[in-house]
Nanobody, 124 residues
Framework: QVQLVESGGGLVQAGGSLRLSCAASGRTFTMAWFRQAPGKEREFVAV????????YYTDSVKGRFTISEDNGKNTVILQMNSLKPEDTAVYYC????????????????????WGQGTQVTVSS
């Protein structure tokens, strides 16, 4: 089981930026970010296929968020710009150790490991 440790959440005003980091204790093949706002279900935000670098985003964050790999460090970064109050949520890092990459990457059950979550609050 790969352990994931997230960092970088916090409070920011609308229009500001935050950078989330997720460090994995071992090798993974796909890493993603999900978020969960109060009273809502956990939703997919972004994913990166580490071998090849393919990335995908949910529509609401396209053009504002960027997922990237910190090469050689088993770490992915979520750079969040132009933040909006509706981005407020607990953000979770997820990892998949199966090398097969399928179109189910936006499903929570696609992933084997989860981080503890980090709070992101965007004030208006």
């Amino acid at each position: 089981q790969v352990q994931l440790v997230e960092s970088g959440g916090g409070l920011v005003q609308a229009g500001g930026s935050l950078r989330l980091s997720c460090a994995a204790s071992g090798r993974t093949f796909t890493m993603a970010w999900f978020r969960q706002a109060p009273g809502k279900e956990r939703e997919f935000v972004a994913v990166m296929r580490l071998s090849g670098g393919s990335t995908y985003y949910t529509d609401s964050v396209k053009g504002r968020f960027t997922i990237s790999e910190d090469n050689g460090k088993n770490t992915v970064i979520l750079q969040m710009n132009s933040l909006k109050p509706e981005d407020t949520a607990v953000y979770y890092c997820a990892a998949r150790i199966n090398p097969l990459f399928t179109s189910s990457f936006n499903r929570a059950d696609y992933y084997n490991s989860w981080g503890q979550g980090t709070q992101v609050t965007v004030s208006s």
